[in-house]
């Protein structure tokens, strides 16, 4: 960042002995001024161009080129995180053996494509800078930047990094706790100066960071900026761009997230239950098979059965089916529950603790602000599932997704509304 960097002092420390890597997709890094820089983050404007040339100007155009630049420095920042995860992560990693090629490629999956992005972004804000001390527009630069063919090549660089994060930082927790080769590499590098306290964990959330950074970058350089002029309208479509890409990036990361869970869920799952029951909407599930849902909310309820008996489950919504999950010691259960009918004195019922969202209805509890019936229609007698959540907000969020789950299931049939006692 030619102006700034310019003014930043380097701490007089020697050349660390870093290793090379025969990965031929990864740039040299080395030599490189952002990458021995002291602190990026606490570099002000006014400190880089002079008092003089802050003191000419009227307050609020300080405080337009102070968040231009804290922007400029945010982003620098960030490949200067970039390129210590490469040098002092990556390229060990890839140098020792520390990891096998498929668990390389889950913690850095694209990570020359991000280097790539983020060099050439920072690179457009230094040629910026170096046309002079006040930088009266950024509007078009940025629209540049993150529309168009830009936002599409974006996005999917940031999905793909971020996509198996949470397998990423498993594999990281257990290769910590497990591998004492592993553990000791790491903290050897995690204590080395240029990487300031950053732990491998903090580096590779780092890009989902930046992303969520730049709406809020942009929102304080619309602040200062003229609301009747063109440079703020190109700032504003330029920030809803940025905030469209995170809602899509996050959506993805947490499509995978909970595949990711119901692929942990489907080892535990126990349905011996349902291999022997009568009822047949349990049985139709015996082989149910959770990889091939979709997950959409999970939580805590618990089920009352009758006035004297409570089940606590693990609820899982999918995209088409309601599960009622028992956690019994490393085991999520399916379990069958008998109960006898209303009106009788020796006929019992069995439930199924699945549920097919296109056959059910969703009413409140008028005498309980925490319960909710799930009303299944597809028994011989209609079968009332009491659910209570833990507070009312919690069954209101509950009753929220499940209705909109089921219009779905149905085909966006509109459910009447009502409570039952």
Same mark, same amino acid.
């Given at each position: 960042m030619g102006g700034c960097?310019?003014?930043?002092?380097?701490?007089?420390?020697?050349? !660390?002995?870093?290793?090379?890597?025969?990965?031929?997709?990864?740039?040299?890094?080395? &030599?490189?001024?952002?990458?021995?820089?002291?602190?990026?983050?606490?570099?002000?404007?006014k400190d880089t161009v002079g008092r003089h040339v802050a003191s000419s100007l009227p307050q609020r155009e300080v405080d337009h080129q102070e968040a231009i630049n804290e922007l400029f420095v945010t982003e620098a920042s960030h490949l200067r995180l970039l390129r210590v995860l490469t040098v002092f992560f990556y390229q060990r990693m890839f140098r020792?053996?520390?990891?096998? #090629?498929?668990?390389?490629?889950?913690?850095?999956?694209?990570? !020359? =494509?991000?280097?790539?992005?983020?060099?050439?972004?920072?690179?457009?804000?230094?040629?910026?800078?170096?046309?002079? !001390? +006040? +930088?009266?527009?950024?509007?078009?630069?940025? %629209?540049s930047q993150f529309g168009g063919p830009a936002r599409k090549e974006i996005q999917q660089a940031v999905s793909d990094f971020c996509v198996?994060?949470?397998?990423?930082?498993?594999? +990281?927790?257990?290769?910590?706790?497990?591998?004492?080769?592993?553990?000791? +590499?790491?903290?050897?590098a995690e204590s080395n100066y240029q990487c300031r306290h950053h732990q491998l964990k903090d580096l590779i959330l780092s890009e989902m960071q930046q992303l969520t950074n730049y709406p809020l970058l942009l929102d304080n350089i619309i602040k200062h900026t003229d609301g009747q002029s063109s440079e703020?309208?190109?700032?504003?479509?330029?920030?809803? #761009?940025?905030?469209?890409?995170? #809602?899509?990036?996050?959506?993805i990361v947490k499509k995978a997230e909970n595949h990711h869970r119901l692929? $942990?869920?489907?080892?535990?799952?126990?349905?011996?239950?349902?291999?022997?029951?009568?009822?047949?909407? *349990? *049985?139709?599930?015996?082989?149910?098979?959770?990889r091939s849902h979709c997950l959409i909310h999970e939580g805590p309820l618990r089920w009352r059965?009758?006035?004297?008996?409570? =089940?606590?489950?693990?609820?899982?919504?999918?995209?088409?089916?309601?599960?009622? %999950?028992?956690?019994?010691?490393?085991?999520?259960?399916?379990?069958?529950?008998?109960?006898?009918?209303? &009106?009788?004195?020796?006929?019992?019922?069995?439930?199924?603790? =699945?549920?097919?969202?296109?056959?059910?209805?969703?009413?409140?509890?008028?005498?309980?602000?925490?319960?909710?019936?799930?009303?299944?229609?597809?028994?011989l007698v209609p079968h009332l599932y009491r659910l209570v959540a833990s507070t009312p907000s919690e069954k209101n969020m509950w009753m929220e997704l499940l209705e909109e789950a089921v219009r779905r299931a149905?085909?966006?049939? $509109?459910?009447?509304s009502g409570s039952l006692r």
């Open positions: 960097l310019s003014s930043f002092h380097r701490r007089n420390i020697e050349t !660390p002995n870093l290793w090379s890597t025969s990965d031929p997709s990864l740039p040299s890094l080395l &030599g490189d001024d952002l990458f021995y820089v002291s602190d990026l983050s606490s570099q002000k404007w020792e053996k520390l990891l096998s #090629q498929e668990e390389l490629a889950l913690l850095f999956p694209n990570l !020359p =494509v991000l280097l790539k992005i983020h060099s050439s972004l920072s690179e457009s804000m230094k040629t910026l800078q170096e046309q002079g !001390p +006040i +930088i009266h527009e950024i509007g078009h630069f940025m %629209l198996n994060q949470s397998k990423a930082l498993e594999l +990281i927790e257990t290769k910590l706790q497990k591998d004492t080769r592993f553990r000791l +590499i790491i903290q050897e703020h309208q190109k700032l504003c479509q330029a920030r809803d #761009q940025c905030r469209e890409i995170l #809602q899509c990036v996050k959506e692929e $942990t869920y489907q080892m535990c799952l126990d349905t011996t239950s349902l291999q022997w029951t009568t009822n047949a909407l *349990a *049985a139709e599930f015996k082989n149910i098979d959770l059965l009758r006035k004297d008996k409570t =089940v606590d489950l693990h609820v899982l919504l999918l995209e088409n089916l309601l599960l009622l %999950l028992q956690r019994k010691d490393e085991r999520l259960v399916l379990k069958c529950h008998r109960k006898r009918l209303w &009106g009788s004195s020796g006929t019992w019922q069995t439930i199924s603790p =699945v549920l097919k969202l296109n056959v059910v209805l969703i009413r409140s509890v008028a005498t309980d602000p925490r319960a909710f019936f799930v009303i299944c229609t597809t028994e149905k085909g966006n049939a $509109t459910l009447p």
